[in-house]
């Protein structure tokens, strides 16, 4: 069974500028999570997705992230402008359904902003 | 202060020596999970505790959860290379296996 796929892998772009990360959760899992990871500590997550519908999305810094995920499957993160405190790594999670199965992480996103 | 301490922050080891991590959450439990994650990826599930006293074991990976102490440990026996990375807890405060709150990780590393 394929993991959850994440791309790029590695990002590094300066501040003010945009930068959009994709993830294609496992087959069938319907909940779809976004964590961001600064060096040195614990992932934090930013928003939780149901199919393609917001669980959660209350540490998701609305001014400058948002996320989507039109089809209910793939779904993306995007910076617009990046500050120099986003850089981190951006994992992606995906689990059966909300409150149903663990959650099985990707390779993540390693971003630097310059 | 942080919800959920983990201790120590890192470790270095001897291959082929036991060591314990511990995670300790200031907050009642509805369920404890247990990553690993290697410099530059992705978490790997190592275990899910859920009630207390509970205890599961996978290769020479034991995990237990205190309930009593709102307390989880991870043993790792006669320790290899191949467990050296960061090992991370996560609660499950709200009982919905969702909004995990993770620990800062205890970073793990053996020695030959």
């Known amino acids: 069974e394929a993991g959850v796929a994440q791309s790029p892998r590695y990002k590094i772009i300066e501040k003010r500028q945009s930068v959009a990360f994709w993830c294609n959760p496992i087959?069938?899992?319907?909940?779809l999570y976004w964590y961001q990871q600064i060096l040195g500590q614990g992932p934090k997550l930013l928003i939780q997705f149901q199919n393609n519908g917001v669980v959660d999305d209350s540490q998701l810094p609305k001014d400058r992230f948002s996320a989507e995920r039109l089809k209910g499957v793939d779904s993306t993160l995007k910076i617009q402008p990046a500050k120099l405190e986003d850089s981190a790594v951006y994992l992606c999670a995906s689990s059966l359904a909300e409150g149903i199965g663990t959650q099985y992480f990707g390779p993540g996103t390693r971003l630097l902003v310059l | 202060s942080q919800e959920l301490e983990q201790s120590p922050q890192s470790l270095i080891v001897q291959e082929g020596k036991n060591l314990t991590i511990n995670c300790t959450s200031s907050?009642?439990?509805?369920?404890l999970y247990w990553y690993k994650q290697k410099y530059g990826e992705g978490l790997i599930f190592l275990m899910m505790l859920q009630k207390g006293g509970e205890e599961k074991s996978h290769e020479k990976i034991t995990a237990k959860l205190d309930e009593k102490k709102q307390q989880s440990s991870l043993h790792i026996t006669a320790s290899q290379p191949s467990h050296a990375g960061i090992y991370l807890c996560g609660a499950d405060y709200t009982g919905t296996a969702s909004k995990l709150t993770f620990g800062t990780g205890t970073r793990l590393q053996v020695t030959l």
């Open positions: 907050k009642t439990l509805y369920g």
């Open positions: 087959s069938g899992h319907a909940t």
